[in-house]
C-alpha cells in the first residue's frame, strides 16, 4: 500500500515573484499576456514532509496565459480539467489514476495554482483504491521552478511536497 500511495503522490507531482508598477514584467514573464511562462524540460528534486525524495523531470508546454501541458496532459488556466491515465506500478501490476480539478493564476499572474481530486486505482494483483485531495502551487524562485503541495488521502495521514526544478 505504501508503494502504491508513493506511486499515486509521484503522479501527482506531474499534475512563479509578484511585480509591483515596473514598466518591465519580472523574468520569464511574458510581455504581450503578462504571466508567467512555466514552459521547458526540467529535472527536479521533491521531498516530502516525511524526508524520503525522489526525482521527477517535468515537461511543461505553455501557450499563452490560457493553456498548460504538464508531461502531455493538457488543461485550461482559468478552467477545470479531468485527466486520466494508466500507470505501471509494483511488480507489473497497474494502476487506473483519475484526476480532476482547476488551474487559475494568482493576481499578479506569476504562481500557478492547481486543486485537484485524484482516485487511483490498483487494476491487479489486488483491486485497492487510494482517493487524494492535492493543492499545489508552482512559482519561479531564483531561476528554479518550484512546486509546493499539500495532499491529503483517506488513510495515509496528510503529507506535503515540495519539488524543485532546473533547465
Known sequence: MKLFFLLLMITSVVRAEVFGLAAQPPAGVQESEQCMDFSGNWKGRCVFSTGASFSLDLAIEQKGCQTIAMNGMSAR????????QILPSAEGAKALES??????????????????????????????????????????????????????????????IVCEYTK
Open 77 to 84: 488556466i482559468g478552467g477545470h480539467f479531468l485527466w486520466q
Open 99 to 160: 484526476a480532476s480539478g482547476s488551474l487559475r493564476w494568482n493576481d499578479a499572474k506569476t504562481e500557478l495554482n492547481i486543486e485537484m481530486i485524484q482516485e487511483a486505482q490498483s487494476l491487479a494483483p489486488i483491486s485497492r483504491t487510494l482517493m487524494t485531495s492535492t493543492e499545489a502551487v508552482y512559482k519561479m524562485v531564483d531561476k528554479k521552478l518550484v512546486c509546493t503541495q499539500r495532499v491529503a488521502a483517506i488513510g495515509p495521514p496528510a503529507s506535503s
